[in-house]
């Protein structure tokens, strides 16, 4: 099932080459700045929904008539919303107010930075484009669903974590929402329990009740909600209708066939070495190849000579996606594993994970694909208790290739996942 954000991702990619021309910019930079913008409202919305009012402000700009109106699937709508900047008025722009308050400039600034724009202001356009898609998508999905203040709350904490993954970093400290942390069940409902007892005695003395049923249905989707999900891991949703060739395993790299199709090592790459003990500061020992990725990036940052470089990348070797999705199959634990573990040990240590492609199928599905698994990542490593604000994630689709793409070993190669320290 596609999430809020491949959702809306899929809406705006049929208009990636005319955005580009109108901007200016290239078709991967404005593919690369649409996901983040939809990544920057969804993730606004995730912050304000710990803010009874400010959900609730929010849930009535998607209740209106007028914003499950809003066309979605229409180009030409969605050219028009390339306004210089963000929209000042009307329902999109109380939207993004309501989310950034006047510092909505700046997150289309966060934007155009990293998707790698030549001009600034294109951050903005797209900021402005994406929040009446938001709106009309939102706006259908209420209206047609008969969903309630708690069911929206809900919906956004069922896909937070991948939500949070796809956030760019500097997002919080910009809108100044600080952290997005985990709230226990017991935290949530002393939380909710004190803001309903503020909430009936006021309707107590204004001899109203509308927020009384309100509430209680926030309460109880989060009682339904920590019921269902205590215990489970967060699972990131498989990338739909992608149409990209992907290779599913990162195992082999070089001397394997691969059947890219089913996603099968037809063959293992014997180029890690044998596998040695190796004690980490702390006291954690792991089992590692002595030539795998793990082994790699331990030297690099044990090795005081070598610095942070933006050229500098290690690949995943024992890590496994299901086919044609961002799903990291059970198999990948040990090497996740294992890095979480490094990081712990060297905590001044922060990293990129880069997702890779090869050159078959559109630059755009490519480059998102690649976006989505390497927020995978990503989230799977905050999963497990490494800070968000360590991590950055980001797809570069078929940009740089280490090989040759006119061969399957070369696009094999190409297909990957890495590792780059940056900072330590």
Not at 48 to 71: E, H, M, T, V
Not at 77 to 98: C, F, I, R
Not at 145 to 158: F, I, K, Q, Y
Not at 219 to 230: D, E, L, N
Request: hydrophobic share 45%.
């Amino acid at each position: 099932m596609s999430t809020i954000l491949d959702s809306l991702n899929s809406l705006a990619t049929p208009a990636v080459g005319q955005i580009a021309q109108r901007l200016g910019e290239s078709d991967v930079a404005v593919s690369r700045g649409i996901q983040t913008s939809f990544a920057c409202i969804i993730g606004g919305l995730v912050t304000k929904s710990k803010d009874l009012g400010a959900i609730s402000q929010i849930f009535d700009l998607f209740s209106n008539r007028s914003a499950a109106a809003i066309p979605t699937g229409d180009v030409q709508s969605m050219l028009s919303g390339l306004t210089a900047g963000p929209p000042a008025s009307g329902l999109a722009g109380t939207l993004l107010n309501t989310l950034f308050g006047g510092k909505a400039n700046g997150v289309g600034d966060l934007i155009a930075r990293t998707a790698g724009f030549k001009n600034l202001s294109s951050g903005s356009s797209l900021l402005g484009m994406a929040a009446p898609l938001v709106l009309g998508f939102l706006g259908k999905k209420v209206r047609d669903n008969g969903m309630t203040v708690g069911g929206l709350t809900s919906l956004l904490a069922g896909e937070r974590d991948s939500i949070v993954a796809a956030m760019p970093q500097g997002l919080t400290d910009l809108v100044e929402a600080g952290a997005l942390p985990h709230v226990g069940t017991g935290e949530m409902f002393r939380g909710v329990a004190a803001v309903g007892k503020q909430t009936v005695g006021a309707a107590k003395t204004s001899g109203g009740n509308k927020w009384i049923w309100p509430l209680a249905a926030i309460a109880a989707v989060a009682i339904a909600w920590f019921a269902f999900t205590r215990g489970r891991a967060p699972s990131v949703p498989p990338v739909i209708g992608t149409g990209a060739a992907v290779l599913e395993s990162t195992t082999v790299k070089t001397g394997a066939a691969v059947k890219a199709a089913a996603g099968e090592v037809t063959e293992a790459a014997a180029g890690f070495g044998a596998f040695m003990k190796k004690m980490l500061p702390g006291g954690i020992e792991l089992n590692i190849p002595e030539r795998g990725i793990e082994s790699k990036l331990i030297a690099f940052i044990e090795d005081s000579t070598r610095a942070v470089s933006d050229t500098t990348w290690f690949d995943f070797d024992r890590l496994n996606f299901a086919t044609g999705s961002a799903t990291i199959l059970p198999e990948s634990q040990e090497q996740i594993n294992n890095i979480v573990a490094v990081l712990k040990a060297y905590p001044n240590v922060n990293v990129k994970v880069g997702g890779y492609t090869d050159n078959v199928g559109g630059a755009a599905a490519n480059l998102r694909l690649s976006q989505q698994r390497a927020n995978a990542v990503r989230a799977e490593l905050v999963n497990h208790g490494i800070p968000a604000n360590r991590l950055q994630a980001e797809g570069y689709g078929e940009e740089h290739p280490v090989a040759d793409n006119s061969t399957e070993e070369g696009r094999a190669r190409n297909r990957r996942i890495a590792l780059k320290v940056t900072k330590k």
